[in-house]
């Protein structure tokens, strides 16, 4: 039987460290704080950054929620973000994506701070992320090699490949894997024989975007598979063929017409040695990633 790689225990235990370093930290007087800046009324926009404001309340930090309205222009968005950065109780700065047409997101998130990139999309952090130097690191694949340390999994020596090669995900993923000494391939649209690459992970990191895309015959039988896809399937035709017969699924589908699925199939997890679940694995850490992240900002503006 695959053991199962539940987030949900990691991202409290990380929580809790975090809730214990602000603490510390308050002790010296510091008190971290991350603004979150949300534009227009985007529904899950609005459900992801409830839950991170919540979490800071949650472990101790100063937040701010900043709400600019639909409309905002590139411009306004500088002069807001250059504001944040020179405030001194904002430690982390966060923009929820996606943001209007109108809005340049690239001009924007390059003119954070890179001291508090929380998000760690600023080129400044890729670069030193990438030359092995203090950096901080996105948090979706900042919370994979979380998951894979707490969960007693070898990294080092290992074979990890990453199918994607996002700026957000893949590519990250793929060097922080690096830095805990996996032999490291990153796949892509273009990866010829995808399969035959796949079949020598010990370690399958699945960030692509597309349902259940990974198969049976892709993973090699014990390998650990970390499935950061996250993909609402809504046709009923598609629900079978990955669901059918999972009672579970079947009653969550037809009570909301819809179920989160991975980029992994679920006949490939029957396969590997363990896995992270869609939902209840990755997903979970993201957030305590970001807090984590921003204790971290905090301590690092400070030099502490
Ligand atoms: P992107 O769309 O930015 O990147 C997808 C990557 O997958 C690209 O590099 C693309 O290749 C590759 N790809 C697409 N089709 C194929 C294919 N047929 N064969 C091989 N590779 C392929 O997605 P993200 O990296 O932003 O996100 C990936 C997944 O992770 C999504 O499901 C997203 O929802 C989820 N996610 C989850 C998070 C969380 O858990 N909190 C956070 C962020 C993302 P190419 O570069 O050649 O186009």
Do not use: W
């Amino acid at each position: 039987m695959p053991k199962i790689l539940d987030g949900a225990p990691i991202a409290a235990q990380i929580k809790q460290e975090v809730a214990e370093e602000v603490k510390e930290l308050a002790r010296r007087g510091v008190r971290p704080g991350l603004a979150a800046v949300l534009v227009g009324h985007v529904p899950a926009s609005e459900i992801y950054v409830r839950s991170k404001v919540q979490a800071c309340e949650e472990l101790g930090l100063y937040s701010d929620l900043i709400t600019p309205p639909e409309t905002v222009t590139t411009e306004d968005m500088l002069d807001l973000i250059a504001a944040l950065n020179s405030r001194d109780d904002i430690d982390g700065i966060l923009v929820q994506l996606p943001l209007p047409k109108q809005v340049d997101a690239k001009v924007l998130l390059d003119a954070v701070d890179p001291a508090k990139d929380v998000d760690g999309f600023h080129p400044v952090n890729a670069g030193r992320l990438q030359a092995g130097r203090p950096a901080l690191a996105p948090c979706t694949p900042a919370g994979v090699i979380e998951i894979l340390k707490r969960s007693g999994i070898p990294i080092a020596g290992a074979n990890a490949v990453v199918v994607g090669r996002s700026d957000i995900v893949g590519k990250p993923a793929a060097m922080l894997l690096l830095h805990e000494n996996a032999t490291v391939t990153i796949c892509h649209s273009k990866t010829r024989d995808l399969a035959a690459v796949t079949r020598g992970a010990d370690i399958l990191v699945a960030a692509i975007g597309r349902p259940g895309f990974v198969t049976l015959e892709m993973v090699k039988p014990g390998a650990t598979i970390i499935d950061v896809g996250i993909n609402r399937v809504t046709d009923p035709a598609e629900f079978e063929k990955f669901f059918a017969g999972n009672a579970k699924r079947e009653a969550a589908f037809a009570k909301r017409g819809s179920v989160v699925i991975g980029d992994v199939h679920p006949a490939a997890f029957e396969v590997s040695g363990a896995y992270t679940p869609v939902p209840g694995g990755v997903g979970l850490l993201t957030i305590a990633m970001l807090m984590s992240n921003t204790v971290r900002a905090a301590r690092m503006r400070r030099g502490l």
